[in-house]
């Protein structure tokens, strides 16, 4: 066996070991995360299926892959906040685009004006909830990082990276 044989066979050894910690592409435009999770743009949404079958459908990469993490951690809570608001947040988005064409498409001002009037408060609210959900999100981005900062302290290469959080 020739040093290439070597390294190859080292790095598919080591990559099948720590398949549970990686995010990769996946060659057609998604990401296999975690080796659990298979996360599918389309052009509207993005498509998480788990290997239990499971499929779960978010507005972006971003918070699909802040869920997966989330679920992988076991912060269930997050998680489950996180798919709430991103599937409110997306309802509403909906909502909102309509009822502003509808005003944009009218003839009658009067009635343009009423409806862009009446979906302020859901414009509002839309906002409120796209900040609750960048919390939710910093939130699982921190669960990521402690996770990282967790397992340099366990291996025990060096104790100087041990944080005290």
Not at 145 to 165: I, M, P, V
Request: hydrophobic content about 35%; aromatic content about 8%; charged content about 30%.
């Amino acid at each position: 066996m020739n040093r290439t044989q070597k390294l190859e066979k080292f790095a598919d050894r080591e990559i099948k070991q720590l398949q549970d910690k990686l995010i990769v592409p996946d060659g057609s435009g998604g990401y296999t995360a975690f080796g659990k999770y298979r996360i599918i743009p389309k052009k509207e949404h993005v498509v998480v299926q788990v290997k239990n079958n499971e499929t779960v459908v978010f507005g972006s990469k971003r918070v699909a892959m802040s869920w997966c993490v989330a679920d992988r951690l076991q912060r269930y809570a997050l998680a489950r906040n996180i798919q709430i608001l991103d599937n409110k947040r997306q309802s509403l988005a909906a909502d909102i685009h309509c009822r502003q064409q509808l005003a944009n498409h009218s003839r009658n001002a009067d009635f343009a004006e009423s409806v862009n009037t009446k979906i302020q408060r859901k414009i509002d609210y839309f906002n409120m909830l796209d900040s609750e959900l960048e919390k939710c999100l910093n939130s699982a981005k921190y669960w990521q990082l402690k996770g990282f900062a967790n397992e340099t302290a366990r291996t025990g290469r060096t104790t100087a990276n041990k944080t005290n959080c």
